[in-house]
């Protein structure tokens, strides 16, 4: 989709597309109250009598992230009207305030007065119902608020001497029906103090600027649950000056990009800048509360009318996996306490849930051909369990692990060890990890396996012996049963599922990317023949024969599918995939030689991101255009944990 730049702190998410307007505003939850709903907030010039916003076709726009920060260093130019602008965009580490710099560069070679016009078309609570808008004259500020939601907006010049008030020239708010936008066309607003229902605003800066000169301003949004909360955070960047914020903020994001420790070893520094961005990325999909967010892009409303903004169980384990590699331990514990505090007696973890932690819309029903079903998908549950004891592995917090025991490390692995079908050894049927189908599936029966090994592991570290050896010898079990029911002699190679009916148990021969999870999750070793021979299938059968190449998520996949036969295009290129395959290649690979095969997936991963970095689900198949949503926070974490993986192989072979 069209977010090309992400700004977050854990409470305040701003998206920023490549036409360099806001189009999701998230508070005080990430992924949760998007107050635009994709409603652009635009900026404007007005000058020689006309206007033009900047998302226009007469801009040239360069759109990208300062080096190792999640502030901007973005640029739009118009050679027609002789204008150019150089634009920095930040969200303050701590407090919930958006702020932009702005340099207004006037390239005429006589003096202009030039306005600069800031839109904004809130839909407060995600429904813009009753919203109210209006002007304060004291503080010469504009605002938008509804019950516990309430915006600030201020702009100050460089050159202003006033910590008071700021220097919004006119203002005008109005009813969202396209006038107060247009409003601005002759270069003066009608100055209206208020308006109530479905509302927007507009402000204008005005300057006078000598021929061939510069001049700077700063603009900002203060987010609060009170009107007087925010106009104290108005008054302090009035008082310590918009320019300090910012430079404060970039420090604290390089302090984050720059806390990583890992040895980089020979790395390509394009490499190096892309793994610290990808941290900075998952840093902003990242909830204060703890949950894990999947992505946070409003467009995909357009397709399903519902978003990605929830916290899956799986992939906020997995992304928790990457950062614990990383070093960045901190970050997830408040993870692994949201997962403590949602799961049920039941000890297993449902479809998805929102960043409050109420349960998440689903498409898993809980009657199959009318019988009663529980509605999971059981790697979920086990992945949480399996990537805390990388957690524990790492930080070697004890205390912090051993208040989780109970709550959720026991109650979920009794769960998994209880969950299975007595006939087979293996789990009992549940939805695969792409949430489409309802089996028995080779990846989840990987994770349960490492999530019973793993559970096991701390009942021994917690004494609680009896425990340790029903989950070891329930997985040991498992991997029995994975070879005897999951590898088909015929193909020579692993299943992606089997299915039960009433005649038996049905096999899927379908080639499916998920069946990395074999030597990923410690089931196998990545030299067993069989693994060999499956993991060969899926790099023939899975690679889409475009100029774009890149690895499909399966056979004839058809989801956001763009061609029309399946010949040379299995299905789109995912960027998780590609990662998987680079795991694979990593755990194979004798010398560094081999290894370069894992590095070409590095590389393809970088190559097909978004010019910011950024990295969406998949691609299109033959233009390398994002599909689906960007940044979608599990490519990010694949994509470190692939190098990390590479690293440390790489560090071995030497």
């Avoid at 965009?89 to 207004?104: A, S, W």
Wanted: hydrophobic share 40%; aromatic share 12%; glycine share 6%.
């Amino acid at each position: 989709m069209t977010r090309h730049i992400a700004l977050g702190n854990g409470s305040l998410l701003v998206n920023i597309d490549k036409w360099l307007q806001v189009r999701d505003f998230y508070y005080p939850h990430v992924g949760e109250e998007n107050h635009l709903l994709g409603h652009a907030h635009r900026i404007g010039i007005f000058t020689d009598g006309k206007i033009s916003w900047i998302n226009h076709d007469s801009w040239e726009r360069k759109v990208k992230y300062m080096q190792h920060t999640l502030v901007t260093d973005c640029s739009a130019k118009n050679r027609e009207m002789q204008i150019e602008l150089e634009i920095n965009d930040c969200v303050e580490c701590e407090k919930d305030i958006f702020l932009r710099k702005i340099k207004i560069k006037n390239m005429a070679d006589r003096d202009r007065n030039i306005r600069i016009f800031f839109h904004h078309d809130f839909h407060l609570y995600s429904d813009g119902i009753g919203d109210t808008a209006g002007y304060e004259p004291t503080a010469n500020i504009v605002f938008h608020y509804k019950r516990r939601r309430h915006f600030i907006i201020n702009a100050v010049k460089e050159t202003s001497d006033s910590r008071i008030k700021g220097d919004i020239f006119e203002y005008n708010v109005g009813q969202a029906d396209g006038k107060t936008i247009e409003d601005a066309d002759n270069g003066k607003l009608a100055m209206n103090p208020i308006a109530q229902g479905n509302v927007d605003s507009i402000i204008s800066v005005n300057l006078d600027m000598k021929a061939n000169s510069e001049e700077i301003m700063y603009y900002w949004i203060c987010c609060a649950r009170n009107f007087e909360k925010a106009g104290k955070m108005n008054s302090m960047i009035l008082k310590h000056g918009p320019a300090q914020l910012l430079k404060d903020t970039e420090m604290c994001w390089l302090g984050m990009a720059n806390k990583c420790k890992v040895d980089f070893q020979d790395l390509p520094q394009e490499v190096i800048s892309e793994f610290k961005k990808s941290i900075l990325i998952i840093r902003t999909q990242i909830d204060t509360d703890g949950a894990i967010i999947a992505a946070n892009d409003s467009d995909n409303l357009q397709y399903n009318r519902d978003t990605y903004s929830y916290m899956w169980p799986r992939d906020g384990a997995l992304v928790s996996i990457a950062l614990q590699k990383a070093g960045y331990n901190e970050l997830v514990e408040p993870f692994y306490l949201f997962c403590k505090k949602i799961l049920p007696e039941s000890g297993f973890f449902l479809h998805k849930y929102n960043p409050d932690g109420s349960l998440g819309s689903s498409w898993h029903p809980w009657i199959k051909g009318g019988k009663a079903q529980l509605p999971l998908q059981e790697d979920e549950t086990a992945l949480v369990v399996y990537a805390l004891w990388d957690y524990f592995g790492r930080a070697k917090s004890k205390n912090f692990v051993m208040s989780l025991y109970k709550p959720l490390i026991m109650k979920a692995a009794d769960f998994l060890a209880n969950y299975i079908d007595q006939k087979t050894g293996l789990p009992l049927e549940s939805y695969d990890l792409w949430e489409e189908r309802h089996g028995i599936f080779a990846f989840t029966c990987c994770t349960v396996y490492a999530g019973l090994v793993c559970a096991s592991k701390f009942a021994k570290e917690f004494g609680d012996n009896r425990r340790a050896e029903f989950y070891l010898k329930t997985a040991n079990d498992m991997k029995k049963a994975i070879e005897e029911f999951l590898y088909d002699e015929e193909h020579g190679r692993f299943l992606r599922a089997i299915y039960s009916s009433d005649k038996g148990m049905k096999k899927d021969y379908v080639i499916d990317s998920s069946l990395y999870a074999l030597s990923e999750f410690g089931v196998f070793d990545a030299d067993d023949d069989r693994v060999k021979r499956t993991m060969e299938a899926v790099e023939q059968a899975l690679w889409v024969n475009t100029d774009i190449g890149g690895f499909a998520r399966y056979e004839k996949d058809r989801y956001h599918k763009v061609s029309h036969g399946f010949d040379k295009v299995p299905g789109n290129p995912w960027f998780v995939c590609a990662a998987w395959m680079g795991k694979y290649y990593v755990r194979k690979a004798k010398s560094r030689e081999e290894l370069k095969k894992a590095m070409g997936m590095i590389v393809w991963i970088m190559e097909h991101s978004l010019s910011t970095g950024i990295m969406p689900e998949q691609i299109d198949p033959f233009t390398g255009e994002a599909l689906s949503v960007s940044p979608l926070t599990w490519s990010h974490a694949e994509f470190i944990d692939l190098v990390m993986e590479y690293l440390k192989r790489q560090k071995e072979l030497q």
